[in-house]
Structure formats: C-alpha cells, structure tokens
C-alpha cells in the first residue's frame, strides 16, 4: 500500500507513516484561511481566560520572544503560522506565551489557559522549570532545544543533536579508512556533548581516539589547542566541534605541520554557513546534517510571507505542527494529547526529513553526509529515506 508524503511523492506506508501532506505555496501566492473562519496564526494569551473551544485543540508555542534570542524565536513562530496556512488546518490554536519572563510561569499560563500540548521552549534551560509545570498536569512538551540530556518520556527533544551529527560522521569516515582521531573541543554545553559524541563514536566504529584538545573561543587559545593537537600527531582524521567563524579559523593552522594531511571533520553547525565553503583550507572536508532538499522552496516561501530569510532552525517549528496535526487526527480537542502516538516505530516525514522520537525522548534524524568544496557543498551519502528498526 502506498500514500502520498509532505510534498506528494508516493511512498511505502508499511516502512513510513508521513506527517500531513503539505504544498508548499510558491513564491508570488499567498494562502489565507477561508472565511468565516479566524486566521490560523499564533494568537498571544489573553488577559482573561481564553474562550472555550469545541472544536480546536489547544496547543502552546512557548519561545523567548524578547531579548537576544528573540529574531530565532520569531522565526520559528513565523514558521508555525506557515504550517498551518499551507495546510489550511482548523483544528489547532496555537498561543504564544514568551518564555524571556520566566519559562516556568508561561508555561503554568499555558496550562492554566487550558493547553493540552507544549511545542517549545528553544532555550536548554528553560526545560526544566517548563517541564515541572507541564508534567502534573500531563501536558507533554515538545521542546526545540538541542540538549538531550533534558530528554524524557514526555519531554521530547527535536533539535538537531549533535551527538547523531558526529556519530555519522564517524561512521563515514571509518568506512573510508580512517582509524584514528584527534578533535577540537569548545569549552561550554555545545563542546561537552560534542566531545562525549566523539568518545561514543569512534569507540562504537572501532576506532582509537589518539587526542582531544579544548580551546576557549578566542584566536590564542584556538591556536595553542591546534599545536597541543599536532605536538600529538598520530591521527588520520580531525574534528572541528564548532561553526563556521571558528572553523574557517582552525582549517589553515590544521593543514600547518604534524598531522596536515588528515582528514578534516564538522559537525552539523557548518550546515548553511557561507565561511566553511570559503575557506580552501577546508575543502574536502567532511560533516553530517539534515537533508536541504527542500530548504530552498521553504525560504523562499517564507521570504514571500514575511519579508526575511528564515532561521535555519525555523523548520523546527514547521514541523512540530505536522507532527501535532498527524497526532491529531485521532485526538479529541479538550482530551489528554495522545503521547503513545509520537513514538511510531517508523517515524515520521518533515521538511528536514525523516524523523522519529526514541523511548527516552530524544529524536533520531535520518542524516546525509556532505562534502566541502570551494563555493559549496555536495552530498556524498544520502539521509536514508526510512529508519532501518
């Protein structure tokens, strides 16, 4: 048996169960809901108790719309109201309660309002309080942040983890030879997952880890962690644990001296960032991430709508709202969220691919590797279409 999947190509639904089909809207269109129906985008919470819905579940996007986080968050929002045009979706109110306040008490808002389900927060550290407020209640939480540490059965994890990114890299790397592996660690949350991946990873390939060095940031401690690196020497392949700024850094004092010749890694912050193919130092460089296959069509759907480029985590919210109306197709508005149903065995389809969510919380992501070349980046192995169970 066959169905049609977000951008309507037939595949296998004994493999993997799609989110919604979805069109997205080209360039020069614009969707409205049909009248008599109220716009479908975020509405922020009243001062009193929002009016009863019979009709329409009630979902909360919780972000920090205020402060320095504030243009990301927005563009996830943007992204949400997206999703429910380009689906024409009448059974969701999704209300926007900023999370800058105090994550804990917009997330009791949010309850209090009578929310059933809780897409957000961004922030790591806003998880915690959020999920205290949430979990009495049983109002499962959705959250963007890429922490899986925070991962639970009703705290799930859907940004892209860095753990999958360097696991995959690993594995590629190894299955071209390369045995031994050397990393460079920023200080900070980011580095310490980064680095506990690497350990995992390389002893999981079967390979031996000859270095790790740390470096706070800065070009003088960047520099002194590549010497300490090269002073080791003994590795055929080197991780970058960093974006794009620091890696255009690190590439050139990389290809200097003792260990030149090796093969240079990424992570899946190089995805998007103009600095990596920049730099001739890092061409051939390898690094995992989500498919872009449609990337494009989505910028540029959503430049058309609001005037800007988006966030590259903006998809994060795109599709959380196909996951809640694929969920929602078998829940009652004012009933329990029917959690069991995020953790379908075979996954679900999104503009970043497939995706599903393990017993802990945290999500698996079907990756493709790339490689770097001047001006951009090719695909080498292909993010597999369906999870292998």
Known sequence: MAHVNLFGRVIDRRRLVAIAAVTLVAACKTVAPPPPAPPPAPDMPSAGVLP????????????????????????????????LLDTNA???RITTYDTSTGAGSAAARAIADGNKLILGP????????????ARPARVPVISYSNDESRAARDTLIMGNLPSQSVGRTVAWARAQGHSSFAALIPSGE????????????????????????????????????????RDKGGYDAVLIADGGRISAQAGPLLKS????AAQILGTELWSGESAISATPALAGAWYSAVSDQNWRRFADSYRNRFGSPPYRIATLGYDSVLLT????????PGTVFPMSRLF????????????????????ERALEVRQVRRGGV?????????FGN
């Open 52 to 83: 009863t819905d019979r009709e329409r579940h009630r979902v909360a996007l919780l972000l920090p719309m205020s402060g320095p986080n504030a243009p990301a968050a927005q563009s996830i929002a943007n992204a949400t109201t997206m999703a």
């Open 90 to 92: 009448q059974n969701l």
């Open 122 to 133: 961004l922030l790591s550290e806003d998880i915690a309080p959020v999920a205290a407020a």
């Open 190 to 229: 980011y580095g310490q997952r980064a680095s506990a991946a690497m350990v995992s990873s390389v002893r999981a390939q079967g390979g031996t880890l000859a270095g790790m060095e740390t470096f706070d940031r800065s070009a003088a401690s960047l520099a002194s962690a590549v010497r300490r690196l």
């Open 257 to 260: 001296g003792n260990g030149s």
């Open 325 to 332: 109306l694929r969920v929602a197709r078998d829940w009652r």
């Open 344 to 363: 379908d065995a075979d996954g679900f389809l999104g503009l970043d691919g497939a995706f599903r969510f393990r017993s802990n919380g945290a999500i």
């Open 378 to 386: 090719d695909v080498i192995s292909a993010a597999p279409s369906r």
